[in-house]
Structures are given as structure tokens and as C-alpha cells.
């Protein structure tokens, strides 16, 4: 008989490529409350949610990671449940970690069916997100819905779920219309609103078009939000008074549609002495240089022998070693190389993902 953690306890829902597929969480991928309970009578009543962030271990590259993001909870009428502590937002998830987040709960009976997650001026790309509740009922949200909605993502290789599913990271950054990385593009979210119900496959009866799962109920992205929850300006401590939020509409004007023109995304300078190879063949080099939306470290897939040069969004050929008879990418000395030239990469870190 399996063990209870190789056991899948919930099936969530995500779209990949063109598709509505499935990966089943496992029990391991959820936040356990006794572990955390530090007011027991208080707490008991409580949810937490475990937010993950790509995307690799303590190696992988340090913008990814960034402060604990803010929650906000309302039921399926639309009204305010509870939040997390926004004190806490000090506190950073690790690249390639996770962090279980108490979100209060104001009242009997309040199912917190949509969650805010509110992001910083340090962006994270998020690759997955697990709800438990107080009744020990469970939610799961994959970050690959940021690429299959038009947002910013990257690859990640934590491991989600009973089928060796490496979810994409969806990037979440307060500050992406300031930083200078995303003056033309606007497809870097602040915050997104996600009708958890809406991702978890209880029954045969779901959804199957893609476009679904992209907006309201189910989803909102937001370009910026009113909260007053930046760790930097100390203006908010604790748990936020329910009249200082409010639930989001598609007609709101801070709402972000799916994006369709194509632009180039700049990407931050912090990326270019990163690397980043994979061995693993859903980790195409090709689909991220050609996809808009991409964006983080340069990346090689051996699958492919391919290179994908993420400052120019052009995909190169590795080199075989033999003669030249075309550009390719030099992995042995981290060189694009054509017949006239060879440009170096002067990378400092390379992270394998095998």
C-alpha cells in the first residue's frame, strides 16, 4: 500500500498550453496547522495558506524570493472573511521555499473561497499556492496560470504533485511599472484575486475552456492595488480593519486583461549573471525565448540542445564540439559564437536542474 504522502488528496485545475489538465496535490504540499498553532482557541478557527516560490533551492536566483505577500479572504458572496497578519510581511520566502500563512477568520460558518495576494515592492514568482481550512477542507492554485493568462513567468523545478509536475512561477511585483523592467509591456501583476472553487476538480463537471480560468470569477490580475501594506512605509501593522479592503471587480480600473499585442519584455539587469539548465523536457528553451511574457535568467535545455538568450528573446543551437557552420551557444565557455566573433556571458552561478 502507498504511504499517505505519495497519495494525491486533491486534484487542481490549471491550463497548459491549450489545454485544461490536472495535477493532484499531495498532503506534504499543504500547511500543518499544529505545527504552527500558537493560540490554539483563537487559530483552530483559522486557515492557512502556503505560498511556494521558484525557483530552485537556496541557488536559485534571488529575485525570485522576496517578502511574505499579504492575504485577503472573502466567501462566495463576495464578502471579507479575514486576512493575514500584514506585520509579518518582514519576513522573506527563500528562493525555492515556502511559507504557511495564518489568515484570521471574522465569524462562524465564513468559507474563505477567494483568496487576494497581495505582492511587494521585491517581486516573487509564485508556483504554487495551497489553502487549508478551518474544517480541514483544501484548495490549490499552480502557478502556471500566469503564462496561460499573459502575465510574467518563468520556469521553476519544484516538484508539485503525485505526477512529476514542475509548475511555471507567476511573477507578482508591486513595483514593476517603476523599476524600469516592464515600462512597455504592463503584463507584470501587483496582486491577483483567484476563485480558489473554481481550480479544484471535485466532480466530472468542470469548466473546459481555457479562457475560463483567465478571468472573473476565476481569475483577476491587478497592476496596483490601494492598500496601504508596503513593508516600507510602516503603515499598516497587524490585521488589516475589513473597512481598508475591498472585494475586486473586472470593472475595476486597476484590472489587467489577458494580454494579446506582442512587445518585448525588458528584463532587470539582476538576471544577467544567472544561468539556468534543464534536463527536464517540459522545460523548452524555444517556448520561453518565443513565448511575450517570459522573463528571468538565460536558460538552456538539453532536451533541445537549445540555449535561449533571454535578454533578446532569440533562440541559439548548442555547439557540438565539431566545426562551425552555423551561431550556436558554447556551454564549455558560456559563448555565443558565429563565424566572425565570439561573445562571452560572464555568468556567476549556473544552476543545473537535473
Not at 483568496?115 to 499552480?142: E, F, K, P
Not at 475560463?212 to 510602516?234: G, T
Request: proline share 4%.
Amino acid at each position: 500500500m502507498a504511504s499517505s504522502v505519495g497519495k494525491a488528496v486533491l486534484t487542481v485545475l490549471g491550463v497548459f498550453g491549450s489545454m485544461v489538465g490536472f495535477t493532484g496535490f499531495l498532503p506534504n504540499e499543504f500547511p500543518n496547522k499544529e505545527t504552527h498553532m500558537v493560540d490554539g482557541q483563537q487559530q483552530a478557527r483559522d486557515s492557512m495558506v502556503r505560498v511556494a516560490v521558484a525557483l530552485n533551492g537556496g541557488e536559485g536566483p534571488t529575485e525570485a524570493d522576496g517578502p511574505l505577500p499579504a492575504l485577503v479572504a472573502f466567501d462566495e458572496d463576495k464578502k471579507y472573511v479575514g486576512a493575514s497578519d500584514w506585520g509579518r510581511e518582514f519576513a522573506e520566502i527563500e528562493s525555492g521555499g515556502y511559507a504557511d500563512i495564518w489568515v484570521s477568520r471574522k465569524g462562524p460558518g465564513r468559507q474563505p473561497t477567494y483568496l487576494q495576494v497581495l505582492a511587494h515592492d521585491d517581486g516573487i514568482c509564485i508556483a504554487y499556492i495551497s489553502h487549508l481550512w478551518r474544517d480541514g477542507t483544501r484548495r490549490g492554485w499552480l502557478g502556471d496560470m500566469g503564462q496561460a493568462c499573459g502575465k510574467r513567468w518563468y520556469y521553476s523545478n519544484i516538484v508539485v504533485g503525485d505526477d512529476d509536475h514542475r509548475p511555471s512561477c507567476t511573477w507578482l511585483n508591486r513595483d514593476a511599472s517603476t523599476d524600469g523592467s516592464d515600462t512597455f509591456e504592463h503584463n507584470e501583476a501587483a496582486a491577483m484575486q483567484i476563485h480558489m472553487e473554481d481550480f479544484t476538480k471535485t466532480t466530472e463537471d468542470y469548466n473546459t475552456d481555457p479562457n475560463f480560468y483567465c478571468q472573473e470569477p476565476a481569475m483577476l490580475f491587478r497592476r496596483k492595488y490601494s492598500y496601504k501594506c508596503n513593508h516600507e512605509n510602516y503603515e499598516l501593522d497587524g490585521i488589516p480593519n475589513p473597512r481598508d479592503v475591498h472585494f475586486w471587480h473586472a470593472k475595476d480600473e486597476d484590472n489587467m486583461l489577458r494580454k494579446q499585442r506582442r512587445q518585448l519584455t525588458q528584463r532587470s539587469s539582476n538576471f544577467d549573471d544567472r544561468l539556468i539548465t534543464s534536463v527536464h523536457e517540459q522545460h523548452s528553451a524555444r517556448e520561453l525565448c518565443e513565448n511575450d511574457h517570459s522573463y528571468g535568467p538565460d536558460f538552456v535545455s538539453f532536451s533541445e540542445d537549445a540555449f535561449c538568450d533571454m535578454r533578446t528573446k532569440q533562440t541559439w543551437p548548442l555547439c557540438n564540439g565539431g566545426h562551425i557552420e552555423d551561431e550556436c551557444y558554447d556551454l564549455t565557455t558560456h559563448s555565443l559564437i558565429t563565424r566572425s566573433e565570439h561573445v562571452k556571458r560572464n555568468y556567476v552561478r549556473v544552476e543545473d536542474w537535473d
